[in-house]
């Protein structure tokens, strides 16, 4: 199965997006989900994992904690990615996926995931 990302686009340095993960065909709310992006010249990189309904536990890499929030809507079937103060080095295309070690730590491991969407910071 796969996960849609959605809600990149250009915004100047300092400024806010909100990513989307929505489902094709299964329920979120059994899984663990993380973002990771991919940058031109950079490794894969897991920014936020979220575990799975029945735990709390968020986890952020050192680049994006305190600007961007992770957050799920079981009821909706939909995990966000608010980022704030957004600066050029956050410009990559963003993906979301299966965590399949639970969030137990950013370990860039994924079950399966979709197309990103693209993220670029300039002025």
């Known amino acids: 199965f796969q996960l849609q990302a959605s809600g990149g686009g250009l915004v100047q340095p300092g400024g806010s997006l909100r990513l989307s993960c929505a489902p094709v065909g299964f329920t979120l709310a059994d899984y663990a989900i993380g973002w990771f992006r991919r940058a031109p010249g950079k490794e894969r990189e897991q920014v936020s994992c979220i575990a799975s309904s029945s735990a709390t536990r968020m986890r952020y890499a050192d680049s994006v904690e305190g600007r961007f929030t992770i957050s799920r809507d079981d009821a909706k079937n939909m995990v966000y990615l608010q980022m704030n103060d957004l600066r050029p080095e956050d410009s990559a295309v963003y993906h979301c996926?299966?965590?399949?070690?639970?969030?137990?730590?950013?370990?860039?491991?994924?079950?399966?995931w979709g197309p990103g969407t693209q993220v670029t910071v300039s002025s």
């Open positions: 996926g299966t965590d399949v070690l639970d969030c137990r730590g950013l370990h860039n491991a994924f079950g399966s």
